[in-house]
């Protein structure tokens, strides 16, 4: 069965940087688009950033200019990097991506969901 699983998260200063990794693991026939969501104490989860399948990105506008979607197609893996954090950066980063299986030689896709990663960003 396909499974995300997300790495990276932790304490950080302010200013300071973190890398984030997704990784898919599985009968995985493709990896398609792929993206970061984050939710806030008290807040609803946003969409952080975004990555199809031919590498087009596009980031939400608080993290535009600091925050970096890249992917490793062989890999099966995607990853956040995050310059410059802030304390309202903090929150639990969750991996999305939509993932292709085989079902009778036919690729069938559907999201899947990581289980999510604390960032805390504090001096």
């Known amino acids: 069965q396909v499974q995300l699983v997300e790495s990276g998260g932790g304490l950080v200063q302010p200013g300071g940087s973190l890398r984030l990794s997704c990784a898919a693991s599985?009968?995985?026939?493709?990896?398609?688009?792929m993206g970061w969501y984050r939710q806030g104490p008290g807040k609803q989860r946003e969409l952080v950033a975004i990555i199809n399948s031919s590498g087009y990105t596009n980031y939400a506008d608080s993290v535009k200019g600091r925050f970096t979607i890249s992917r490793n197609n062989g890999k099966n893996s995607g990853y956040l990097q995050m310059n410059r954090l802030k304390p309202e950066d903090t929150a639990v980063y969750y991996c999305n991506a939509e993932i292709s299986e085989l079902k009778l030689e036919v690729p069938v896709s559907r999201h899947y969901w990581g289980q999510g990663t604390q960032v805390t960003v504090s001096s």
């Open positions: 599985g009968s995985i026939f493709s990896l398609n688009h």
